[in-house]
C-alpha cells in the first residue's frame, strides 16, 4: 500500500485508483481530490456485479467501488453509504431518499470517484461508524447486506412467511442471512455447488418447492423471473433485487395467477431506522456471512486479475474483495 501520509509530509499526494481505461480495468495514478468533505483511508472493496457490467460499457473518468469501508483521518472505522441524495426533493422530503431522482448521478463509484483506491473523500453524511463488535475488513459487506434487507423489507418477509430466494450470488446469500438473522426460513435456489454450500451454512433449506407466499429474484434474469412467477402461489408477491441488464418479459402465468410484482432497488428507511445502518448491525450478529460470501482477496494493484476471477463462474467466486 502506498504510503499516502507520508507523501502528503512532501506536499506530494499518490493515490492509486481503479478503473475502466481504454485497455480494460487498470490501476492508475488517481491524484488528490478532496472536494469529498472527508477522507476515508480504504481498508476493502468489494467487487459488485454491476461493477463487471459498468466494464462492458467501456472507459470511465471515475475510479469504481461503491461496496467499500476504511477509516477516517481521527482512526474512526466507518463504512461508506455511496450515495449522496440532494435531501430537497419530494422524496427525500417524504424519507424515501433512494428513490431520489439525482441519486444515480450522485453515487460513489459510477458518477463519483469510489472505494477501489487508497483513499477516498465522501461527503460526511455518507461516513457511518460501525458497531463495535463488527470487524473493519468485513464492513465492505454493509451494502450489499442493505440491499437485501431493502428487498425484504419490501416483499414483507417475516417469520411463518414461506420464503424462496433465487439465485445463489452475493445478493441472494445476503438476502439468505438477512431472512434468517429476522427469524424467518427460507429455501434457496443456487446453480453452483459452492454457492449452494454457501447457503446451507447460512441456513437455508436447498429443496426449493411450489407456492411461496414470497419469492425473491436475487439474480436479474429472465430465467430467474419465470421461475419465481412459477414457484410463487397465486396471489403471491415476486420481488426482485437485482438489476435486469437486459429486457425481460412477463408470461400469462404472472396475470393468470394475479402475482404481486416488487421492485427493490438499494436502500432506504424502514420503520423510521435507516436500512444501510441496519444491515451493519445484523452483520456483526451474522459472524458466518464474511466466511460464506468473501472466496478472494486480491491486493489493488491486481485489480484487473481480480475483476477477471469475479467474473468468471469457474473460479467459484462468490465475492472478490480488494485491500489498498
Known amino acids: 500500500m502506498l504510503d499516502c501520509a507520508a507523501d502528503d509530509r512532501r506536499g506530494v499526494t499518490r493515490v492509486r485508483g481503479v478503473r475502466i481505461t481504454g485497455d480494460g480495468v487498470r490501476v492508475v495514478d488517481a491524484g488528490a481530490d478532496s472536494t469529498g468533505g472527508v477522507r476515508v483511508s480504504v481498508v476493502s ?3 459488485c456485479g454491476s461493477d463487471l457490467h459498468l466494464v462492458s460499457f467501456g472507459p470511465s473518468p471515475f475510479t469504481l467501488g461503491h461496496e ?8 474512526t472505522p466507518v463504512t461508506v453509504l455511496p450515495v449522496v441524495h440532494c435531501g430537497t426533493c419530494d422524496r427525500c422530503r417524504a ?3 433512494h428513490q431520489c431522482p439525482s441519486a444515480l448521478g450522485a453515487m460513489y ?7 477501489m483506491a487508497d483513499e477516498v473523500w465522501v461527503d460526511p453524511s455518507c461516513a457511518k461508524a460501525l458497531p463495535a463488535d463488527l470487524p473493519l475488513e468485513h464492513a465492505c459487506l454493509v451494502e450489499p447486506l442493505a440491499v437485501a434487507l431493502h428487498g425484504l423489507h419490501r416483499a414483507g418477509v417475516e417469520p411463518g412467511v414461506r420464503t424462496l430466494v433465487i439465485g445463489g450470488g452475493p445478493i441472494g446469500l445476503c438476502t439468505v442471512a438477512a431472512a434468517r438473522a429476522g427469524g424467518a426460513e427460507v429455501d434457496l435456489v443456487a446453480r453452483h455447488p459452492g454457492r449452494m454450500d454457501a447457503g446451507e451454512r447460512l441456513g437455508a433449506t436447498m429443496t426449493a418447492g411450489q407456492d411461496y407466499d414470497i419469492v425473491l429474484d436475487a439474480a436479474g434474469t429472465q ?8 414457484r410463487v402461489r397465486p396471489g403471491g408477491t415476486v420481488a426482485t433485487l437485482s438489476n435486469f441488464w437486459q429486457p425481460v418479459s412477463l408470461t400469462m402465468q404472472f396475470q393468470v395467477k394475479e402475482v404481486s410484482l416488487v421492485p427493490a432497488f438499494t436502500y432506504g428507511h424502514h420503520r423510521g431506522v435507516p436500512e444501510f445502518e441496519e444491515a451493519a448491525r445484523v452483520l456483526a450478529r451474522t459472524p458466518d456471512l464474511p466466511g460464506a460470501l468473501i472466496t478472494h482477496h486480491f491486493g489493488l494493484d491486481d485489480a484487473a486479475e481480480a475483476f477477471a476471477v469475479a467474473g468468471d463462474r469457474s473460479t467459484g467466486a462468490i465475492k472478490v474483495v480488494l485491500h489498498p
Request: proline share 0%; net charge negative.
Open 45 to 47: 472493496a468489494g467487487i
Open 68 to 75: 467499500f469501508c476504511g477509516r477516517l483521518d481521527d482512526g
Open 109 to 115: 463509484g459510477i458518477s463519483r470517484h469510489g472505494g
Open 95 to 97: 424519507g424515501a431518499e
Open 223 to 230: 430465467s430467474s423471473l419465470d421461475e419465481a412467477v412459477n
